[in-house]
Nanobody, 124 residues
Framework: QVQLVESGGGLVQPGGSLRLSCEVS??????IGWFRQVPGKEREGVSC????????FYADSVMGRFTISRDNDKKTVYLQMDSLKPEDTAVYYC???????????????????WGQGTQVTVSS
């Protein structure tokens, strides 16, 4: 089983930046992804990074603004979020992702384990 712990959320003004961290314990996962959720709305996959080759993928809504990366020594995956918008406000979760792909103009994911989440609020 894999355990994930997110950190780094907070309140930021529109146009600002935040970096989320996800500490991962365990192994045997295809990729690590980030998704976000707003109460009353469906979960939205944001980005992922594959464990072996390090390929990264993004949802269209964040492409060019968010960057996913990893530090294998620290077993941590990061999500750098720039040019934040009020519509980015959500609870952000990191998760193991057994699909982690983008093709045909769409972003695909399937989550197995996830952490407790961290709140990101973008507001002036």
């Amino acid at each position: 089983q894999v355990q994930l712990v997110e950190s780094g959320g907070g309140l930021v003004q529109p146009g600002g930046s935040l970096r989320l961290s996800c500490e991962v314990s365990g192994s045997n996962y295809f990729g690590i992804g980030w998704f976000r959720q707003v109460p009353g709305k469906e979960r939205e996959g944001v980005s992922c990074i594959r464990s072996v080759e390090g390929s990264t993928f993004y949802a269209d809504s964040v492409m060019g603004r968010f960057t996913i990366s990893r530090d294998n020594d620290k077993k941590t995956v990061y999500l750098q979020m720039d040019s934040l918008k009020p519509e980015d406000t959500a609870v952000y979760y990191c998760a193991t992702d057994s699909v982690c792909a983008y093709y045909g103009g769409a972003y695909y994911y399937s989550y197995d384990y996830w952490g407790q989440g961290t709140q990101v609020t973008v507001s002036s």
